[in-house]
């Protein structure tokens, strides 16, 4: 039973255009949602994150829209580079923060090709 | 000068054997974890440490087992290694607190012949 789903495994884009990574999540009491990038041979990085209680958080070309009705998590780079080519995981924080003990939650992930 | 550093990097053991991963932190975070990458690409918690304390033990064998010696420290052994525990094992840590942003090490691959 996933908590956390991204459908799409692969997803290429041209440079310079948008990319838009999906995230469909099923339980309403996640508080925080996550995306971490990952590049071959190193660990997942942190790239943002946003509160169950906004809608909409944006640092530099990295913008992520939550949907909490849909239970829908995206992310739109803008635009994008090759070097944004990596795997992108998205993560949610388990329970009321209080009581999860910091369990995130991960995706299985979507490769993310970047063309010059 | 690495935050989260695991080694070994790479480990190739038998059947049966009893092997070791080391985790150190250099970020002063009060949390530590381990994560398992299995062939299918999820990452899964195995375990968590808030100050030398677990406090996530998910659902995994009791053949692994946790150290923590202080709060940089977070080792994982594994006793009578199984086909099944070949994966990429990541080391993490944070300051649980807001959205608990975990830093990664590079992680460890492990292969069981």
């Known amino acids: 039973d996933q908590q956390v789903k991204q459908n799409s495994p692969s997803l290429s884009v041209q440079e310079g255009r948008i990319s838009i990574l999906n995230c469909d999540y099923t339980n309403s009491m996640f508080d925080y949602f996550l995306w971490y990038k990952k590049y071959p041979a190193e660990g997942p990085t942190f790239l943002i994150s946003i509160s169950s209680i906004k809608d909409k958080n944006e640092d530099g070309r990295f913008t992520v829209f939550l949907n909490k009705s849909a239970k829908h998590l995206s992310l739109h780079i803008v635009p994008s580079q090759p070097g944004d080519s990596a795997v992108y995981f998205c993560?949610?924080?388990?329970?009321?923060?209080?009581?999860?003990?910091?369990?995130?939650?991960f995706g299985k992930g979507t490769k993310l090709s970047v063309k010059p | 000068d690495t935050a989260v550093s695991q080694t070994p990097k790479y480990l190739v053991t038998q059947m049966g054997n009893d092997k070791s991963i080391k985790c150190e932190q250099n970020l002063g975070h009060d949390t530590m974890y381990w994560y398992k990458q299995d062939s299918k690409k999820f990452l899964k918690i195995m375990f968590s440490?808030?100050?030398?304390?677990?406090?996530i033990n998910e659902t995994v064998p009791n053949r692994f087992s946790p150290k923590s010696p202080d709060k940089a420290h977070l080792n994982l052994h594994i006793n009578s290694l199984e086909l099944g525990d070949s994966a990429v094992y990541f080391c993490a840590s944070s300051i649980m607190t807001g959205a608990n942003v975990l830093t990664f090490g590079a992680g460890s691959r492990l292969t069981v012949l």
């Open positions: 440490y808030n100050n030398k304390e677990l406090i």
């Open positions: 993560a949610v924080l388990r329970g009321p923060y209080g009581g999860s003990q910091g369990n995130l939650i």
